[in-house]
């Protein structure tokens, strides 16, 4: 069991939802060390979107990262976790915390997969338009 937890080969195999992929997990156990796991979104692709790395999904980008010298910050995932957010400084669809006092896997890993789901269905809901009345009554002037 402590080989799944500090390997990071066997951590790679395990971490994260299903679907989800893991490319790169440093493990440093050693008092000031480093545990950096890096979790892939199913289908997302790493972009680079308004000069920020982001992910994009089906075309579209659902969350952008940032680093200022007094900050790091996530941008686009706020959403309706307000309450759960009320330890950091947080605006219209950003979030911003300390390097030294990073934000929980695990709240990380909720709001970006609500924010997936929000993404999904605002494209289902485009999908499910129906044309404008004008462009489908349309019709040939000459018949």
């Not at 990380?108 to 009345?133: D, F, H, T, Y």
């Not at 004008?134 to 000459?142: I, V």
Request: include cysteine; proline fraction near 6%.
């Amino acid at each position: 069991m402590w080989k799944a937890w500090t390997d990071p080969e066997q951590v790679k195999r395990w971490w994260g939802p299903d679907g989800f992929s893991c490319p790169f997990a440093r493990i440093d156990f050693r008092e000031g060390g480093i545990w950096l796991v890096c979790m892939r979104a199913p289908k997302a692709e790493e972009c680079i979107s308004y000069q920020y790395p982001a992910f994009r999904l089906d075309g579209k980008c659902f969350v952008w990262f940032g680093a200022a010298a007094n900050h790091c910050a996530i941008y686009g995932v706020l959403g309706d976790h307000k309450d759960e957010l009320k330890d950091y400084d947080i605006s219209k669809g950003t979030i911003r915390f300390q390097a030294d006092k990073a934000m929980p896997a695990a709240l990380v890993r909720k709001l970006i997969k609500a924010r997936i789901a929000e993404n999904v269905g605002r494209s289902n809901k485009v999908r499910q338009r129906r044309p404008a009345p004008l462009l489908a009554a349309r019709a040939n002037p000459r018949a």
